[in-house]
């Protein structure tokens, strides 16, 4: 049985909220930043409260500033913000009260050479598709995640479902797969059949 953990990411409601508690995720996603899933913070606010306190809740931003993502994370009781790692060095200064986790947008293994900034750390490995910040359905090759362990503990994202998680795990190695559309009937909207048939694919992962 697998010890892989799992991130349900685009959470936007409470009965999909209570299934992902049920399957016995590591951490649920909130996006609030531009997205088809994209909440106000009142909604954010009002879902994370509903989270088993056990679970990891996680806000996904892109271009928003430091300062901005603390006052978010603060108003909606959250405790990771994730972020692209797109940041200049002196403005990853600014993050220092925020639990950050970066996501790292890989476009081939020219990626590996960013991660030296987090080394030692957990950080996120999504699909570089250009004019998007993740969230896009489509993999990379798992390969790179696997090299990728080398720098810390990877979070398998892009792509994923429940057909192609197990293989997934098997050539990537990751610490944790993080899955949004993968998951759904439309964007927004989880398919709680899908919900639980990929928490089940990772547990008998091997």
Wanted: some cysteine.
């Amino acid at each position: 049985m697998s010890d892989c953990k799992i991130k349900f990411c685009g959470m936007m409601n409470e009965a999909d909220v209570t299934v992902a508690c049920e399957c016995g995720v590591w951490a649920v996603g909130f996006v609030l930043t531009e997205s088809q899933r994209q909440l106000s913070l009142n909604q954010c606010k009002r879902l994370a409260a509903t989270v088993a306190p056990e679970i990891i809740k996680v806000g996904v931003f892109t271009t928003e500033t430091a300062e901005e993502i603390r006052q978010a994370v603060d108003f909606c009781g959250l405790d990771l913000a994730q972020v692209v790692a797109n940041y200049t060095k002196e403005e990853w200064l600014d993050f220092a009260e925020v639990p950050v986790l970066r996501t790292f947008l890989v476009s081939g293994p020219e990626t590996l050479e960013l991660l030296a900034a987090v080394r030692g750390g957990r950080f996120l490995l999504d699909v570089h598709v250009p004019g998007k910040a993740g969230g896009t359905g489509e993999t990379f090759d798992w390969e790179i995640a696997r090299q990728a362990t080398g720098y810390g503990q990877v979070i398998l994202a892009g792509g994923l479902n429940p057909d192609n998680v197990t293989e997934a795990i098997r050539v990537g190695k990751p610490w944790a797969v993080d899955v949004s559309s993968g998951i759904e009937s439309c964007p927004g909207v989880k398919d709680h059949a899908r919900m639980r048939a990929f928490a089940e694919a990772v547990w008998n992962a091997s």
